[in-house]
């Protein structure tokens, strides 16, 4: 009977002993790492986690330079002295090279908000580039910068404006920009890396234009306002779908002209013109 008792007592005591252990790297490994961020960060800063990727720590890991040592990336705010003055966002990233950490980037832009902090591959060249996106203010949107890494320090290799950005993985990774045209309508471009910047690619945009559409189509759905049937438009002749955008136009011109707003039915008939040379170009090459 005894023996019954002892086995399970000691397992139940290995486990603790393995959680204790394990829990003291951790403490440790925390310790560690927050010495090292307070070594590095400003005096008067405070760390801070982006909007995006959701659950993202104001600090992460990944190996740039693929030496099997991971950098750590410190995101951080320093507040205005004087509210609600814009604050600004900082990004320090941190390589060790013989026992000592070194900074491979640190960079400040000014903004009210962190809106993305992350890493995925745009260059397609299997290591990971890094993104920082900081919100200038509701109407100015955001601005992202993406860093790649290059002899040793993480080099700024793209800048892009943006209201809303999604990143999209279809073989080949793109960025989703959604940029403000008025109201709540926007102008979305689906970029990737060409090799020297980035470009609209049209694959990628159109395996994401049904998130376009149904977008448009709920507000659609609550209010038929040509600024909706505008930017829809230009999505469609950005996804070679000339019906769809032709529908488009004509119904966003009809709504413009009812409004007697002549600049808008201007901008639809250049739309047009844009939707009829790009279907000719279209067919040229293919017949080519």
Known sequence: MKKVIFLPLMIFLLLNLATIFANAEVEKLDKDLIKVINEFIPSASQLVSPEEPKSTKPYQFYDFNQDGQEEIIITYE???KEQPNPSQYGVIVLSKENERWEKVLETQTQ???LDFSGVADITGDGTKEYF???TIGASA????????WNNNYLERIAEVPYHMMEMISNKKVGIAVWQRYIADTYFV????????KLVLDEELYSSYYPVIEKFYNDKISKMDA???WYTLADAQVKANLYDKARDSIQKGTELAEQLSFPDVVENFNQLKVKLENKEKSNKSNAMH
Do not use: Q, R
């Open 111 to 113: 903004g009210v908000g």
């Open 189 to 196: 471009d689906v970029l990737k890396w060409n090799g020297s």
């Open 226 to 228: 040509w600024f909706y």
């Open 132 to 134: 920082f996106g900081v």
């Open 141 to 148: 949107g955001n601005k992202l910068e993406i860093f790649k």
């Open 78 to 80: 320093i507040k205005a």
